[in-house]
């Protein structure tokens, strides 16, 4: 009953930017921390940035000062606004809530994954 929808990924060059975006819908009561990770080929899964439901944000060293997750809470959506991109940071981006549910208990919940591509 509860989705996460994903946008705003694609191809840029490095040093450009992007911006995605994770609507929730559904079955929401509330929403406490949400974040993005990727996915590189041949990598595990790992953190990129995460903000709670007070919109106190935390990054992964590696993209610290380049990248901007925030939140809005009418919307139930949350942005990565992502600068300087790399070719580094080249992966699948997810976003992730944990969220709970007028009649759902509160569990976490994914995205579908997008693709972000940074060329050299």
């Known amino acids: 009953q509860v989705q996460l929808v994903e946008s705003g990924g694609g191809l840029v060059q490095a040093g450009g930017s992007l911006r995605l975006s994770c609507a929730a819908s559904g079955d929401i009561f509330s929403i406490n921390a949400m974040g993005w990770y990727r996915q590189a080929p041949g990598k595990q899964r790992e953190l990129v940035a995460r903000?709670?439901?007070?919109?106190?944000?935390n990054y992964a060293e590696s993209v610290k000062g380049r990248f901007t997750i925030s939140r809005d809470n009418a919307k139930n959506t949350v942005y990565l606004q992502m600068n300087s991109l790399k070719p580094e940071d080249t992966a699948v981006y997810y976003c992730?809530?944990?969220?709970?549910?007028?009649?759902?208990?509160?569990?976490?919940?994914w995205g579908q994954g997008t693709q972000v591509t940074v060329s050299s």
């Open positions: 903000i709670t439901s007070g919109c106190s944000p």
């Open positions: 992730n809530a944990d969220i709970r549910g007028w009649n759902t208990p509160r569990a976490d919940y």
